[in-house]
């Protein structure tokens, strides 16, 4: 496929450079200031400041870390887009955003620490027909890109499938954010697809068909921690009632 191939070509400019970070940065054909990375990064140091606390990290350290989160989520504020509701890539190469709705534009759920009208942008973008209320999709989970898109595919790799692994993600984000009705939902609606399709790597949004890995280990390790969810639910809800 000459998808792959275009993969396949911007790894071999790599091992030209000899994975040369420094290099790549300045001269790779391909370079993004990538939001949904930068988020989770920003959740890592957060469980990093958690492992901090219990280990006794110098204060210098904690310190550090608080930097590096709070400069996480500041950079993704600045790559907000009003009009999207959304963050948006930047280009490297051109200096301009990527114009695109994807899902990784909701990274500063992922990020935490939102303000209620940011929040409340995010939801509105999450529930729109942009992603989870689009009329074709089968199931109301967001594909990896909006189907109201120019560069929408449903069939190919993050141009329009939905992954569960990102499901989850969004799940877990919007538990942390107190959005647990909208957490409840996701998560069936997941749980629906793996009951459906199986442990598939990703999944035709429209269709429900299978696709990439048939047995993908992260689909089967995010049902595990959902129906562990399931389970720490029922027990909540039968301390409740004793």
Request: glycine share 8%; hydrophobic share 40%; with cysteine.
């Amino acid at each position: 496929m000459a998808e792959y191939d275009r993969y396949l070509w911007l790894v071999e400019v790599l091992k030209q450079q000899g994975y040369d970070q420094g290099i790549a940065a300045r001269t790779h054909p391909f370079r993004l200031k990538d939001v949904f990375f930068s988020a989770i990064l920003v959740t890592a140091n957060e469980a990093l400041m958690e492992i901090a606390g219990i280990v006794g990290a110098p204060r210098s350290e904690r310190e550090a870390i608080d930097t590096w989160t709070e400069h996480g989520r500041e950079a993704l504020a600045n790559r907000w887009d009003h009009e999207f509701g959304l963050c948006l890539e930047l280009d490297l190469r051109t200096g301009e955003p990527v114009r695109v709705r994807t899902v990784a534009g909701v990274a500063p759920l992922v990020a935490g620490g939102l303000s209620a009208e940011r929040l409340r942008a995010l939801l509105e973008t999450l529930d729109s027909a942009a992603f989870t209320r689009h009329p074709d999709l089968r199931w109301p989970v967001p594909p990896s890109t909006s189907p109201e898109s120019p560069a929408f595919d449903p069939r190919r790799y993050w141009r329009g499938p939905t992954w569960l692994v990102i499901t989850w993600l969004l799940w877990w984000a919007l538990d942390r954010a107190g959005e647990h009705d909208r957490a409840r939902q996701l998560r069936h609606a997941g749980l629906d697809q793996i009951t459906t399709v199986g442990f598939a790597e990703y999944i035709e949004p429209f269709t429900g068909e299978p696709l990439g890995s048939l047995d993908q280990s992260w689909t089967a390790a995010v049902a595990l921690d959902w129906l562990a969810s399931d389970l720490d639910e029922g027990r909540e809800s039968e301390g409740e009632k004793t």
